[in-house]
């Protein structure tokens, strides 16, 4: 058979098929995620001449774009017209801003006021961190390493040490405690067992109380004057003194209820002393004066109170010496501090 001869050459192409015109499918596109939808519009419009001069496709892709996005900004027009745009914008505003405050319990530093939707005791994953001088649950007052302990030291370890710990920085974060009231306490945020292995060991320290507060409650040497920590610094003691009271009554206890007299003696004497030795404000010189000669009166008192003989004596001498216990609110006045003390939580008296 032979073999076929060599074949001719390929004929001419044909003429090329007209394409979609590009305007049509940026004028769909556009109307379809409604990002911008006056840019649907004008590319549609602008693509119809285009198509009939050009004999393109995509005729029905620049309608179906026009269509689409005219609906769309007839809808942002609207929006813009009722407040309901921008309402969206605010809520997505805020929401962004809500999520950027939004911070592991853990990662709190001194002085930071947050917000905490969980229930006492709960699980608490994450805080709203915002202005103390808004609503807010609570106040960091600092934060401790816990040490000592190889392995995840369990939730009461970790409870009393909170207590412990927390308290006292509570104390030195704000020593005007007459700003704090009496439904303020400390509060503190511990890690977990799986926290605890990627290596966070540390418990972190706040002020809070039943109720949302407004304003800062730091009193401490970064806010106050000279004069104000001095004088908070000497009675202070006093209190913490007088809040260490037994709670057996000296028929069962008399020793203790001797000792704790003595303590609040001790407290009295050391800010006496230390209110005479140092120079005062000319504003509050009169006042202080006046109260470290109340607190000799004093002074003499409950150490009548420490020596009682037996329990009759110790209730004869007992609410002589609190009466006498001036508590200085003429000098937290007249150096700016908190001049009302917070309402007690029980009266004091005999049994």
């Not at 319990?105 to 930071?112: D, I, S």
């Not at 005062?280 to 009682?308: G, I």
């Not at 004869?316 to 917070?342: I, M, N, Q």
Request: proline residues 6%; hydrophobic residues 35%.
């Amino acid at each position: 058979m032979p073999y076929a001869g060599v074949p001719g050459p390929y004929g001419p192409y044909g003429a090329p098929r007209p394409g979609t015109n590009g305007l049509a499918i940026g004028s769909l596109v556009s109307g379809i995620v409604c990002c911008l939808p006056p840019l649907g519009l004008v590319l549609g419009l602008f693509a119809l001449p285009q198509i009939k001069k050009r004999q393109q496709g995509g005729k029905g892709l620049a309608i179906a774009g026009i269509v689409l996005s005219s609906v769309s900004t007839l809808l942002v027009l609207t929006g813009l017209i009722t407040g309901q745009f921008q309402e969206a914008v605010r809520g997505f505003r805020d929401g962004m801003r809500e999520a950027a405050s939004a911070r592991p319990p853990m990662e709190l530093r001194t002085g930071e006021c947050f917000l905490d939707d969980t229930e006492e005791g709960g699980y608490t994953t994450g805080v709203r961190v915002v202005d103390c001088e808004k609503s807010h649950d609570g106040e960091v007052t600092g934060r401790f390493e816990v040490t000592g302990f190889d392995r995840w030291p369990g939730e009461e370890e970790l409870k009393r040490l909170g207590e412990d710990r927390c308290d006292t920085m509570a104390t030195s974060y704000a020593l005007d405690t007459w700003s704090l009231g009496s439904g303020s306490w400390s509060l503190y945020y511990f890690p977990d067992r799986q926290s605890w292995r990627g290596g966070d060991h540390h418990i972190v320290c706040a002020l809070g109380g039943e109720d949302p507060t407004e304003g800062s409650l730091r009193s401490d040497r970064t806010t106050l004057t000279p004069g104000q920590l001095a004088f908070l610094t000497l009675v202070n003691p006093i209190e913490d003194a007088a809040h260490e009271e037994p709670e057996d009554d000296p028929e069962d206890a008399l020793e203790d209820n001797r000792a704790w007299a003595a303590d609040v003696r001790t407290a009295i004497d050391a800010a006496r002393t230390g209110l005479r030795a140092r120079t005062w404000e000319a504003s509050a010189r009169k006042q202080v004066e006046a109260y470290a000669a109340s607190l000799d009166v004093a002074s003499k008192q409950w150490a009548k109170l420490a020596a009682a003989s037996d329990a009759d004596a110790f209730w004869a001498e007992y609410d002589p010496a609190w009466e006498l216990l001036d508590e200085g609110a003429g000098v937290r006045g007249a150096l700016g501090l908190t001049s009302k003390p917070p309402v007690p939580e029980g009266e004091h008296g005999a049994a």
